[in-house]
T-cell receptor, first 115, second 116 residues
Framework: AQSVAQPEDQVNVAEGNPLTVKCTYS??????LFWYVQYPNRGLQFLLK??????LVKGSYGFEAEFNKSQTSFHLKKPSALVSDSALYFC?????????????FGPGTRLSVLP | DGGITQSPKYLFRKEGQNVTLSCEQN?????MYWYRQDPGQGLRLIYY???????QKGDIAEGYSVSREKKESFPLTVTSAQKNPTAFYLC???????????????FGPGTRLTVT
């Protein structure tokens, strides 16, 4: 069965500092991996995905994520945080070998960027 | 939120009433999904549909029903059998084919349902 863990409920970072939001996953085959962001009372917005190829993927709003197969991780990063990055972040996984399998989301990490 | 609309944004109902949440997409996606989100929680899958006239139960389908008569539409009915219906409901869609652009889900803006 697929699963996603986001070990931190909350991440606090000062504006201008680098940020990392952690994600680890478990799938039976090779994964498709995604990051989404949610602002209050809004739907989820897609940030980036790993499908294949370069382990470092770049996405919207200056975010990037690094796929690490040996550690089964897909941590979200940004070199310089903005106050406007404060939101709820979700990691999701889909097993590429299982066509009928659905997305599995992590529990979310609340990012607070302090001015 | 582009391409997927959910209405209404806020919905209030009395306990014991059925209520239907609307979800429409113009992205030509084959698959559509309904999730429930409770305060401080992640997303839980209620139902999903990979093709018109077909749908499957997700992890928490009890007390909910859906239909998929058109590719563009996937309404969710919250029945009186759902014990704790107050929540934020999110609809999503995605391609089901192959290719790097195919797999992410696109989400609607959500409907906040309050049952008293």
């Amino acid at each position: 069965a697929q699963s996603v863990a986001q070990p931190e409920d909350q991440v606090n970072v000062a504006e201008g500092n680098p940020l990392t939001v952690k994600c680890t996953y478990s799938v039976s085959g090779n994964p498709y991996l995604f990051w989404y962001v949610q602002y209050p009372n809004r739907g989820l917005q897609f940030l980036l995905k790993y499908i294949t190829g370069d382990n470092l993927v770049k996405g919207s709003y200056g975010f990037e994520a690094e796929f690490n197969k040996s550690q089964t991780s897909f941590h979200l990063k940004k070199p310089s945080a903005l106050v406007s990055d404060s939101a709820l972040y979700f990691c999701a996984v889909r097993d590429r070998g299982n066509y009928g399998q659905n997305f599995v989301f992590g529990p979310g990490t609340r990012l607070s960027v302090l001015p | 939120d582009g391409g997927i609309t959910q209405s209404p944004k806020y919905l209030f109902r009395k306990e014991g009433q059925n209520v239907t949440l609307s979800c429409e997409q113009n992205l030509n996606h084959d698959a559509m999904y309904w999730y429930r989100q409770d305060p401080g929680q992640g997303l839980r899958l209620i139902y999903y549909s990979q093709i018109v006239n077909d749908f499957q139960k997700g992890d928490i389908a009890e007390g909910y029903s859906v239909s998929r008569e058109k590719k563009e539409s996937f309404p969710l009915t919250v029945t009186s059998a759902q014990k704790n219906p107050t929540a934020f409901y999110l609809c999503a869609s995605s391609h089901q084919g192959s290719g790097a652009s195919s797999y992410e889900q696109y989400f609607g803006p959500g409907t906040r349902l309050t049952v008293t």
